[in-house]
């Protein structure tokens, strides 16, 4: 197979461009907590910088999370029609599900969600079974979430918005009404166990790459995908939908189980582990097996293992960090619910670092500076 030897940053996507602009919004936003006070609520200074905003209400917390697709619908839009489908109720649950995996990693319950579609034209509201499976496919990821759909905006935007597209994005509320469910970076522990929930497929981070790739593929979109166990092409494998991993938050934390903190494998890739700025060290044992579409785009795009696993998920959806005496209880837990967590790895004292031990990996804590 022909290399394409493209990395993300040239496919136009450079998190080292992008995270000093996110840093500086973030130390402006820090100005505006004052404001909080005359409502009766203060911020939890701690969650600035972690996948979602807390702020306190005496006695429960609110959290707070916006958040957006990307570019995964330009995916379906490519290959639905051969396909005889549109795929957006996979891509409304994607949507969803990349809103709440940030809100919950803080130990939120979803509460309520409201979308954000914004088009290039009018038109684009016009397909009648297109937005019926967008609005199918939301309502059934709120419904899966447990959280209200309580709205939101649809925008035009003509000149801004390529006429044939839109973006999809969206805001949600949840709630901490156990204040001891608080999930934050600094209760990781020297000692803790890395629970790894696997991903499914390339989730919604680095889709940019992934159409730029398929460009190099030579049946493009429907050259077959080795290891699919359907036998698809490599734009409908691209497009199964992200799990929602609220779930199994709250049945650990419904069934007693004590976590530290959680992560939502995104963008970054694996060095998302090291999220919590306490100076620690996640040396990672086991790793999951690579989705085969993740594979496929590895390879075509000629990226070593130390690009890849530094920006995508490479079979990690989602992370949690639990006392080493509750690792397999949570295990057992997550089985029953339909996570199949892996116990991949041990929390230590030591320069922050994550250590890929089976490859021997490490991505120093200057490569993640997104706080």
């Not at 136009?12 to 404001?35: C, F, N, W």
């Not at 030579?218 to 995908?225: C, D, L, R």
Request: proline share 5%; charged share 20%; glycine share 12%.
């Amino acid at each position: 197979m022909s290399h394409a030897r493209d990395g993300y940053a040239n496919a136009g996507v450079d998190y080292g461009v992008i995270d000093p602009g996110k840093l500086l919004a973030q130390r402006t936003a820090a100005e505006t907590a004052s404001e909080l006070a005359a409502r009766g609520a203060s911020e939890l200074v701690e969650s600035r910088g972690e996948s979602a905003y807390v702020v306190d209400l005496g006695d429960r917390y609110l959290a707070t999370v916006t958040e957006a697709l990307g570019t995964k619908n330009l995916v379906a839009d490519a290959v639905g029609p051969a396909l005889g489908r549109s795929f957006y109720d996979a891509i409304a649950h994607d949507t969803v599900a990349t809103i709440v995996n940030d809100l919950v990693t803080v130990g939120a319950r979803p509460l309520c969600l409201t979308a954000y579609w914004g088009a290039g034209s009018s038109e684009w509201f016009a397909d009648e079974r297109r937005m019926a499976d967008l609005a199918r496919g939301w309502g059934a990821a709120c419904k899966e979430a447990r959280c209200a759909w309580g709205g939101g905006e649809t925008q035009v935007l003509k000149g801004m918005i390529a006429p044939s597209t839109v973006v999809l994005g969206g805001s949600a509320v949840g709630m901490i009404a156990k204040k001891g469910e608080l999930l934050l970076g600094s209760r990781v522990a020297a000692g803790d166990r890395i629970l790894i929930a696997p991903a499914v497929g390339i989730h919604t981070n680095g889709l940019t790459l992934a159409r730029k790739i398929a460009e190099f593929l030579p049946e493009g979109y429907s050259t077959s995908v080795p290891g699919d166990p359907r036998g698809r092409g490599f734009g409908e494998a691209l497009l199964d939908p992200t799990p929602l991993y609220g779930r199994l938050v709250e049945a650990l934390h419904d069934e007693g189980v004590e976590l530290h903190y959680a992560v939502h494998v995104t963008g970054h890739g694996w060095r998302k582990l090291m999220r919590s700025n306490l100076e620690l060290s996640y040396i990672v044992e086991t790793m999951p097996a690579v989705p085969p579409v993740l594979a496929q785009l590895v390879e075509v795009a000629g990226l070593g293992a130390e690009e890849a696993y530094g920006t995508f998920n490479m079979g990690a959806g989602f992370a949690l960090f639990v006392p080493a005496s509750l690792a397999a209880r949570a295990v057992e837990i997550g089985q029953r619910h339909g996570f199949p967590l892996l116990d991949a790895g041990r929390v230590e004292t030591g320069p922050r670092r994550v250590v890929l031990e089976p490859l021997g990996l490490i991505y120093e804590g200057t490569t993640l500076a997104i706080r």
